[in-house]
């Protein structure tokens, strides 16, 4: 089983950035993908990018050149830097795994973009 817990989130001005942070219960160093997903008012949620233990990224291209995601497998974090905010990534973002089959999410953060 795994819990993972997101913060970071917040209110920012167009342009603006944040960094995402999701903290897992228990070691990541062996679970193959973690990613970040995202659930604007009235849409389904959807991909924003994945990172494998390898390192291997993907991203959803709404996102590329704007998001980074990260993993620190040694302190259980995943981490998703968000670069020159759109009002269109107003999004609860959650972060997800795969665990032996199951699937695992946080809570998600609220992020809201707005002047």
């Known amino acids: 089983q795994v819990q993972l817990v997101e913060s970071g989130g917040g209110l920012v001005q167009p342009g603006g950035s944040l960094r995402l942070s999701c903290a897992a219960s228990r070691s990541i160093f062996s679970i193959y993908r973690m990613g970040w997903y995202r659930q604007a008012p009235g849409k389904q949620r959807e991909l924003v990018a994945t990172?494998?233990?390898?390192?291997?990224?993907n991203y959803a291209d709404s996102v590329k050149g704007r998001f980074t995601i990260s993993r620190d497998n040694a302190k259980n974090m995943v981490y998703l830097q968000i670069n020159s905010l759109k009002s269109e990534d107003t999004a609860v973002y959650y972060c997800k795994t795969d665990f032996f089959g199951t699937e695992y999410w946080g809570q998600g953060t609220q992020v809201t973009v707005s002047s």
């Open positions: 990172i494998t233990t390898g390192g291997s990224t």
